[in-house]
């Protein structure tokens, strides 16, 4: 015998412990009395193999269940949901720490570099501020943005925050926080001042009583 076939042998030796299949040509012995039209049955074991998985899964499914119905302080959904949102808060927390300047808005500066207020111009637009308050700032629905009366106060800072707290109640200037980054509204806010004594083509008579000198 060479080695190959030794192999082979070995293989098929392999092979019969695993699956446990009959001999060829002696289906004979396993053969059971039912006859469907002349097709018959043979009476296999179940492979070892498959049994192994089958006998697996049972035991993953008893560890499983106990797991998580009996010791669910260690392994509940909730559990682990509830301790990854308190982690998630802490990294934010110490996020904000570590860069006050990105969340403190009481030191917010009117950006004046050219892109900046092509960016703000942009976002005026695509953020559809013009639908009321027009591409000129001359106003509609919302105030005239480019005279120096201010209902809700002028100023990069009040700007800035009218934008992310929205005007009064039903006048139809929403939040934006939710919806438009810190960033974008800063560029919003400088864009709006850059605006500061424009001439709009069909302005708006003044509202607010509050004067704001251009910045
Ligand atoms: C649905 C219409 C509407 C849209 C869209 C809108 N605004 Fe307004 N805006 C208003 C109204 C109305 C007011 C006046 C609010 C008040 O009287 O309290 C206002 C007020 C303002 C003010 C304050 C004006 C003042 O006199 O104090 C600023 C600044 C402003 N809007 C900027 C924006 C920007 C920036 C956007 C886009 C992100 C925007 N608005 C989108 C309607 C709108």
Known sequence: M???SENISGWKKFMKSITKAHELGTEEDIMLDHDYDGIKELDNVLPPWWLAG?????????????QVFFNSEKYSQKEE?????????????????ANPQLFDDSNIVALTDEESI??????????????????????SI??????????????V??????????????????AWESTISRDERILLA?????????????????????IWPAE
Request: hydrophobic share 35%; net charge positive; charged share 20%.
């Open 157 to 174: 800072k009040n700007i800035y925050n009218t934008i992310s707290k929205g005007g009064r109640p039903g006048k139809g200037m929403i």
């Open 54 to 66: 089958f006998y697996i899964t049972i035991a993953i499914s008893i560890f499983y269940y106990t």
């Open 118 to 139: 092509a960016k703000g111009k942009e976002l005026f637009a695509s953020k559809t501020c013009t639908a009321c308050h027009l591409v000129d700032l001359g106003g």
């Open 81 to 97: 949901f509830a301790t990854e949102v308190a982690e998630g808060k802490a990294a934010i927390e110490a996020y904000k720490e």
């Open 190 to 210: 400088s864009y709006i001042i850059s605006m500061q004594g424009t001439a709009p083509a069909t302005p708006k008579a003044a509202e607010g009583d509050i």
């Open 142 to 155: 919302g105030p005239n943005l480019t005279d120096n009366h201010w209902v809700l106060g002028g100023g």
């Open 2 to 4: 060479n080695k190959n």
